[in-house]
T-cell receptor, first 113, second 112 residues
Framework: AQSVTQLDSQVPVFEEAPVELRCNYS??????LFWYVQYPNQGLQLLLK??????LVKGINGFEAEFNKSQTSFHLRKPSVHISDTAEYFC???????????FGTGTRLKVLA | NAGVTQTPKFRVLKTGQSMTLLCAQD?????MYWYRQDPGMGLRLIHY???????AKGEVPDGYNVSRLKKQNFLLGLESAAPSQTSVYFC???????????FGEGSRLTVL
């Protein structure tokens, strides 16, 4: 069965510093991978997704992620964070051909001034 | 364009009471989902639907029932609420099996 692991529950980082949020998944078949962001008291919105093709995916707000099949990872990066990036970030996976999206436990990014 | 709308947004129940959460989407999406969000546990899939008249169990279906009588609506029911069902519930929809999920703003349920 597919699963998603986000090892870091909280990541504090200073404004304008780079950040990487880690995501690892387990699946025996091809997968589709997603990162969502949740601002306080709101629903989730899509940051970026990997379905196929180039392993480096660019999303909104300057975020990008790289799909690494051999390491079964899909880490999220941003070269310079802003206060407004403070939010919770969720990695999600969907096995190819299924309709179920499984989410990780989330990483709370706190950007410090 | 409303997107995905959940009602009610807040509800307090006593143990044993029943209630229904309504999710409505106006994007003509085939796929709809109910998740619950609990601290430290992320989002867990309760039930989902791949089209009108269909439903399927997710990771944590026990204690919940769902119905998809109309394409635009997906109802989540609690027949006999328990304190363990205190959570924030999110509905989502998607137009494709591997496409973007569109989320509602959530429904906060407290069971005393």
């Amino acid at each position: 069965a597919q699963s998603v692991t986000q090892l870091d529950s909280q990541v504090p980082v200073f404004e304008e510093a780079p950040v990487e949020l880690r995501c690892n998944y387990s699946s025996s078949v091809s997968v589709y991978l997603f990162w969502y962001v949740q601002y306080p008291n709101q629903g989730l919105q899509l940051l970026l997704k990997y379905l196929s093709g180039s392993t480096l995916v660019k999303g909104i707000n300057g975020f990008e992620a790289e799909f690494n099949k051999s390491q079964t990872s899909f880490h999220l990066r941003k070269p310079s964070v802003h206060i407004s990036d403070t939010a919770e970030y969720f990695c999600a996976v969907s096995e190819g051909g299924t309709y179920k999206y499984i989410f990780g436990t989330g990483t709370r990014l706190k950007v410090l001034a | 364009n409303a997107g995905v709308t959940q009602t009610p947004k807040f509800r307090v129940l006593k143990t044993g009471q029943s209630m229904t959460l309504l999710c409505a989407q106006d994007m003509n999406h085939e796929y709809m989902y109910w998740y619950r969000q609990d601290p430290g546990m992320g989002l867990r899939l309760i039930h989902y639907s791949v089209g009108e008249g269909t439903t399927a169990k997710g990771e944590v279906p026990d204690g919940y029932n769902v119905s998809r009588l109309k394409k635009q609506n997906f109802l989540l029911g609690l027949e006999s609420a328990a304190p363990s069902q205190t959570s924030v519930y999110f509905c989502a929809s998607s137009g494709l099996p591997t496409g973007e999920l569109f989320f509602g703003e959530g429904s906060r349920l407290t069971v005393l």
